[in-house]
C-alpha cells in the first residue's frame, strides 16, 4: 500500500493473514504509511505468519541485500553517497 499518511490497518494485515498458508508460505506487507498499533500487536501473534515492512525497513532492506544481487540483476542501480551535515 503506498499511503503517505495512513498506517494500514488491523483490517488490512487480517485479510492477508487470512489467505497465507502457514507452514507452507508466509506474507509480507509493505506499507510506505507505516502500521497502526493493531497492526503491528496482530502480527506479534501471529508472526509466523505475516510480516510488517515499513518505508525504512524496506529501504534497509534494500541496502544490505543490494550488493548480494549478480550484477545483471541490478534494475535500478544504486550509488551509495556520504555527506556530513553541520547541525
Do not use: C
Not at 20 to 38: A, C, E, K, L, R
Not at 39 to 64: F, M, P, Q
Amino acid at each position: 500500500k503506498h499511503w503517505k499518511k495512513n498506517k494500514a490497518g488491523i483490517d488490512l494485515v487480517r485479510q492477508l493473514s487470512g489467505v497465507v498458508n502457514y507452514p507452507y508460505s508466509t506474507g509480507m506487507f509493505i506499507s510506505s504509511g507505516g502500521f497502526t498499533d493493531d497492526a503491528v500487536y496482530e502480527t506479534n501473534i501471529t508472526h509466523e505468519k505475516v510480516s510488517l515492512i515499513n518505508l525504512e525497513k524496506l529501504y534497509n532492506l534494500w541496502i544490505s541485500n543490494y550488493s548480494k544481487l549478480p550484477e545483471n540483476e541490478h534494475i535500478i542501480k544504486v550509488k551509495n553517497i556520504s555527506y556530513v551535515i553541520d547541525a
